[in-house]
């Protein structure tokens, strides 16, 4: 049997080891292009790990939590990026709100380890990110929803290096782009 050197091939093969080592797949078309994050993850994430928080904005905001608490997270991660606020959570209407756990420095409690244990790591093949244009990164690893890595593969078999891989970086991402995807 021929072996594929296309870049799809590659993809197949590092999605497949993810998806073998704790990963789940995220479909590209959930993705949400306004907010750069993918919120049929990401909330259920927060309403699963921290039920009387969002029972506390459902009581404000009713049929509008889901809107509003993403709405919150969108200015945060404008204001202090991606990274920061996966560090350190955010405030939706006084209420502080965690996207992803830490593993604990230690087993003692077992509620921090089964919050640690909650959050979903996903793959994502073929995502589009833009609002202006159908420009597609070939893998993105996310963390609870949010973009955390992004890769195009190359492939020196297909006469492809880094090289085109760090131009097209260059060429296709505008870093002065707001957002989040390359603000991390």
Known sequence: MPVNHREIAFEAAIEDHLLNNEYSKAE??????????????????IQETQEKTWQALEKLHGINTKDVL????????????????????????????????????????????????????????????????????????????????????KNPLTSQTVDNDIHQYKADRDPRCSQTLYNI
């Open 70 to 153: 993403l709405s919150d997270l969108c200015k945060s991660m404008a204001a202090r990026g991606c990274l920061d606020v996966i560090r350190h959570g955010f405030k939706c209407y006084g209420k502080q709100v965690e996207v992803a756990f830490f593993k604990p420095s230690h087993g003692l409690n077992p509620e921090t380890i089964k919050l640690y244990k909650s959050n979903r790591l996903t793959v994502t093949r073929q995502l589009k990110y833009s609002t202006k244009n159908e420009n597609a990164i070939d893998l993105v690893l996310s963390l609870n929803g949010l973009p955390i890595i992004t890769a195009e593969l």
């Open 28 to 45: 590209p078309e959930n993705f949400d292009r306004e907010m750069a994050l993918d919120p049929t993850i990401l909330v259920p994430f």
